[in-house]
Nanobody, 119 residues
Framework: QVQLVESGGGLAQPGGSLRLSCAAS????????MAWYRQAPGKQRELVAT???????NYADSMKGRFTISRDNAKNTVYLQMNSLKPEDTAVYYC?????????????WGQGTQVTVSS
């Protein structure tokens, strides 16, 4: 079983930056990829960025060039560096760990961390 704990959310001004962290523990060798999702009030949860066990990254179009996902394997931690923040980035951000068995995907979620972008 994998456990995820997020940190680093908070209040930022438009144009500012925040860095989110997600520490993984448990059966981490089973993780194939990790990702950040977000969910704004009244909206569906959406993918922000993904990083695979091999280090490949993928971003939602609206985050490209502003957000950077990275991982520190020694610390079993994934980061999301968010720059040039906009009010529409306000959401609860969730860390996600993915394990694949054949074509079946298994997800583990963190508890979420609030990010608010406002002046």
């Amino acid at each position: 079983q994998v456990q995820l704990v997020e940190s680093g959310g908070g209040l930022a001004q438009p144009g500012g930056s925040l860095r989110l962290s997600c520490a993984a523990s448990g059966s981490i060798v089973s993780i194939n990829a990790m990702a950040w999702y977000r969910q704004a009030p009244g909206k569906q949860r959406e993918l922000v960025a993904t990083v695979t066990s091999g280090g490949s990254t993928n971003y939602a179009d609206s985050m490209k060039g502003r957000f950077t996902i990275s991982r520190d394997n020694a610390k079993n931690t994934v980061y999301l560096q968010m720059n040039s923040l906009k009010p529409e980035d306000t959401a609860v951000y969730y860390c996600n760990a993915q394990r694949y068995s054949g074509f079946q995907r298994y997800d583990v979620w963190g508890q979420g961390t609030q990010v608010t972008v406002s002046s």
